[in-house]
């Protein structure tokens, strides 16, 4: 917790704070320009009474080449000179005669303290070739001719400054630039007259020969009521603006913003603001310089500010506490979130594999669909012949029989036949004796087989002789079969 | 209140004028590449002021033979900028013409944060009025004296020493167009690197003017080479 400061004398008699910005034109950016203003204040602190701000702008024409120089040399001298003239006015001079210092003396000091310092800076650094080689190029030779004659003109710049001291406020203007004071109401008005000659970018400047001549000068006593915001600015920031209103609504403004936010906040946004102005304006180069009454209702309220601030802060670091652990909590569940996720990935993936399958599958029913259904209804067609079938195989198989037996019975007529032939022939060729015992195992046979009998009988009908007697040799083959049965049946027995 | 303080912002308006001469000895050719001089330099003067964002230039035209007549009253932007065909016939009152002109450089209309507007007076032959006056009328007006001035001759038969009076600058001459060819390259200059140099102009010091008390607000720019006189030189 910030602890309100007592106020201050100096404080609740008047207190005053300088700022102020210069930025390069966005035209003179393009055509890779300098910026050719320039800017100061004293003290650095920015902090018065006393305080002294100066503005200025050097000439843009191709003669005034060090114009940028010209600027810095300007405001320098100008804050110096000043501050030593409120110096000296601190020791006892009058209003009056302070007043008459100011509007004739000041103005000659001024110039010839520029003046010496110019030419101090073109001794240490005479006008080079390639400048005057370049003046020549853009504007000719008699331009050139003018510098070498006076190299003063290669510096030109104008300059505004305001000096703030406890009694009274200086306002001093020589050139092109407007200053302006605003007052609480938001007010606003210029100290010095426009000066009607300064159109078309002309202007009375530093290097004139009488330049001091040129000098608007403004004193205001304190015994009026103080300004509560007094602007300087270089003329690229006026003709940025398409009329005089709008222009002036910088005035109220400012002094609205200061008072809101405080002249620090404003003061970092100066430069951004006086780039979007050039920008969008007159592309020139601008300068502004604003000096702020601070009032005890601004300190006071800066105060205010501060400890709302401090409560503020507190409450805002326990928030970002509370704020920092639910992220964390959100942040493991994230991570959670994230591995969940990744399996459900997976199996996103599988299913979409599954899903080829099934496309396949259902692709291969489609096609196929038709070709099973026809094979059902042959199926079952040849269900329903089955049975048929299978009585067919019965009647096969009985027929493979009886083929088989048929077959068996023809070979064995075979073999019969061909025997009888055999014997035949045998019986016919050789003598009777063979003959009869050819005869006996012939008619042995046709008595043991009937059917071999009669199939002798169909084969050989040549064959029909009466049949022979039986001879001893058959008799004696019958006995002795006899004989060996049964010594077999004596041989079993125990 | 907007984030930034002040009000609307704008470029700063630079105003060209043509001030064109349409008395009977225009008629027939040389109204025509007058016309069409003017029609093919608005491509190249639309880019010169793309060229140059922080310019707002705006663009008029006047004409002059029985009195004189505004042929584009209200300034338009260049971008919208087309060109209506003149015609010719009757005296050559050029002198109204400039007191028209110097009523449109009084502030207002004009704004002290203007650029130095520019004048391009495009003649034949001789004022049939009081041309003094007129031109006396437009020195007077403040901007009226900050105006760029430049002139184009077209023919033989103009008058040299009225248009040098208008320009007013001893170091600036009349360009002396006698064909059409050269009309295009004068007018096409005049509507490009005057207008460039006029767009983007430097502060200049009293200084310097006390060294080259005529010079005008800004540079003029070298005008283009004629060529060598020959046959096409028809006017």
Redesign the interface.
């Known amino acids: 917790m910030v602890t309100k400061m007592p106020a201050t004398d100096h404080i609740e008699k008047v207190s005053w704070r300088a700022i102020g910005r210069s930025v390069v034109g966005?035209?003179h950016i393009k055509?890779d320009l300098p910026n050719q203003d320039a800017i100061a204040w004293l003290p650095g602190e920015g902090i018065g009474p006393p305080l002294v701000l100066a503005v200025s702008?050097g000439?843009?024409?191709?003669?005034?080449f060090r114009s940028a120089v010209g600027s810095r040399l300007a405001v320098t001298i100008a804050t110096q000179t000043i501050t030593k003239l409120q110096e000296e006015s601190s020791h006892g001079l009058d209003q009056s005669s302070i007043k008459r210092i100011a509007e004739e003396k000041l103005p000659q000091e001024l110039v010839r303290t520029w003046r010496e310092e110019v030419e101090k800076h073109i001794i240490a650094e005479p006008i080079s070739s390639q400048e005057l080689e370049l003046l020549e190029k853009?504007?000719?030779a008699?331009?050139c001719e003018?510098v070498k004659?006076?190299p003063i003109?290669a510096y030109?710049a104008?300059l505004l400054a305001v000096l703030v001291s406890e009694s009274f406020i200086l306002y001093m203007q020589l050139g092109?630039g407007d200053i302006l004071i605003v007052e609480d109401t938001g007010d606003v008005n210029r100290p010095l007259p426009?000066d009607?000659r300064l159109?078309?970018?002309?202007?009375?400047?530093l290097?004139?020969?009488d330049a001091w001549h040129?000098f608007r000068v403004y004193f205001q006593s304190l015994l009026e009521q103080p300004p509560a915001l007094i602007l300087a600015a270089t003329?690229g920031y006026?003709?940025?603006?398409?009329?005089e209103?709008?222009?002036q609504?910088?005035g109220p403004?400012?002094l609205?913003?200061i008072r809101i936010n405080g002249i620090d906040n404003v003061d970092k946004k100066l430069e951004g603001?006086l780039r979007?102005?050039s920008r969008?304006?007159?592309?020139?180069d601008i300068t502004l310089g604003i000096i702020k009454r601070m009032r005890q209702v601004d300190i006071d309220t800066v105060h205010d500010r501060i400890d709302k601030l401090a409560e503020s802060s507190n409450t805002h670091v326990s928030k970002l506490n509370e704020i920092d652990s639910a992220l964390q909590s959100l942040s493991s569940k994230v991570s959670e979130q994230k591995s969940g996720l990744e399996g459900f990935r997976a199996r996103v993936n599988d299913l979409a594999s599954q899903k080829t399958f099934v496309d396949k599958h259902e692709m291969l029913l489609a096609k196929y669909g038709p070709v099973q259904e026809e094979m059902t209804i042959r199926l079952q067609a040849l269900e329903l012949e089955l049975p048929a079938i299978m009585q067919l195989e019965e009647e096969n198989k009985k027929l493979a029989d009886k083929v088989s037996k048929a077959q068996w019975v023809l070979a064995a007529a075979f073999v019969l036949a061909f025997a009888s032939t055999v014997m035949t022939s045998v019986l016919w060729l050789q003598p009777s004796s063979a003959n009869g015992s050819s005869q006996t195992t012939s008619n042995q046979n046709k008595a043991t087989d009937p059917e071999a009998r009669g199939l002798n009988e169909r084969i050989s009908p040549a064959d029909n002789a009466p049949p022979q007697p039986l001879s001893s040799g058959a008799e004696a083959n019958s006995g002795s079969r006899r004989d060996r049965r049964n010594q077999n049946r004596r041989s079993r027995q125990p | 209140?907007?984030n930034?303080?002040?009000?609307?912002?704008?470029?700063?308006p630079l105003h060209f004028i043509w001030i064109c001469d349409c008395s009977g000895s225009m008629e027939g050719d040389k109204i025509q590449a007058l016309n069409n001089a003017i029609k093919e330099s608005i491509p190249s003067m639309q880019q010169v002021a793309d060229e140059?964002?922080?310019?707002a230039v705006m663009v008029r035209a006047i004409k002059f033979s029985d009195g004189a007549q505004w042929h584009i009253a209200q300034p338009v932007a260049v971008k919208d900028f087309l060109w209506t065909d003149l015609t010719a016939g009757g005296l050559t009152d050029m002198g109204k013409a400039l007191s028209m002109v110097a009523d449109q450089l009084k502030i207002p209309p004009m704004?002290?944060?203007?650029?130095?507007p520019v004048l391009v007076l495009i003649s034949d032959g001789q004022p049939t009025d009081d041309f003094t006056s007129g031109l006396n009328a437009l020195m007077k007006e403040?901007?009226g004296q900050?105006t760029v001035r430049i002139s184009i001759a077209i023919g033989q038969d103009a008058d040299l020493g009225v248009l040098q009076k208008f320009i007013g600058n001893h170091?600036i001459k009349p360009l002396q167009a006698n064909n059409a060819e050269t009309l295009i390259k004068y007018v096409k200059w005049a509507s490009t690197a005057v207008l460039k140099s006029a767009s983007?102009?430097?502060?200049?010091?009293?200084?310097?003017?006390?060294?080259?008390p005529v010079a005008g607000?800004v540079?003029v720019p070298a005008p283009p080479d004629p060529g060598p006189a020959s046959q096409d030189d028809v006017w």
């Open positions: 966005a035209s055509a702008d000439h843009g024409s191709a003669k005034c853009k504007a000719g008699k331009a003018a004659k006076s003109l030109g104008t092109d426009k009607e159109i078309a970018n002309e202007t009375t400047s290097c004139s020969q040129d003329d006026s003709n940025s603006f398409p009329d209103a709008n222009f609504k910088i403004d400012f609205e913003m603001w979007e102005y969008e304006g007159s592309g020139d | 209140m907007t930034r303080p002040g009000g609307e912002l704008a470029a700063r140059n964002p922080n310019a704004t002290d944060r203007a650029l130095p403040r901007w900050k170091e983007s102009p430097g502060s200049q010091t009293d200084a310097e003017k006390a060294q080259s607000p540079p």
